[in-house]
């Protein structure tokens, strides 16, 4: 298609479609002509769902994890086991590991992992934080994805924590190297919990 000959406004949202992941110009295309043809009504929840998500959600001031309130529901449930955290690279991770009801205990959602070629050391994660958090903590369980940068970070926290004195235990292979935990199905993420591994 020639987007030259659309109108600006369409060729606007074409652009920002094309901005997301997984989202080629063709595919872009085919959603902005998809809006243009939805009702008012929907066209406008769309947006709204957009706008509101940027309100509202926001990170949880202990774990990290995406939250409305200051302090997201699992850190504010009482009944988990607050001698043990487990460390995820994203929120997406957490979701994950809930739907198998085999953990009980917190989170901790670095924010990414340490990866020299993307400029993003230990300091730009929330390491610092986890640090703070270790009083009365028997257990960090380390669940970051299988990719080059996860292993490596694992490695780093390992020590960091050991130093510490904190047992430290992760998740078993059988997660396929270089996967993202968003990707493993629920039955082998919830062996991987149940067979974790001292390090
Ligand atoms: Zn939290």
Do not use: W
């Not at 109108?7 to 295309?29: D, F, H, M, W, Y």
């Amino acid at each position: 298609m020639k987007t030259a000959l659309l109108p600006p406004a369409i060729l606007n949202l074409v652009e920002e479609l094309a901005r997301l992941p997984g989202i080629g110009r063709k595919t872009a295309s085919r959603l902005a002509f998809y809006i243009l043809n939805a009702s008012n009504h929907d066209a406008e929840n769309l947006a709204r769902a957009i706008r509101e998500v940027k309100q509202k959600i926001r990170f949880c001031k202990t774990c990290f994890n995406i939250t409305e309130e200051e302090i997201c529901q699992i850190c504010r449930d009482t009944s988990r086991n607050r001698s043990q955290i487990c460390v995820v690279e994203d929120p997406a991770s957490i979701i994950m590991l809930e739907k198998t009801n085999e953990y009980q205990g917190l989170y901790h959602v670095l924010g990414g992992v340490i990866s020299p070629l993307d400029g993003i050391g230990a300091e730009d994660l929330h390491m610092k934080q986890l640090i703070e958090r270790l009083e009365g903590v028997h257990e960090v369980i380390l669940a970051l994805n299988s990719s080059t940068e996860g292993e490596a970070t694992s490695i780093y926290l390992t020590r960091l924590l050991k130093s510490r004195g904190i047992k430290v235990t992760r998740l078993a292979r059988g997660i396929p190297l270089g996967s993202n935990l968003e990707f493993v199905d629920e039955l082998t993420l919830s062996k991987a919990l149940k067979s974790r591994m001292d390090v």
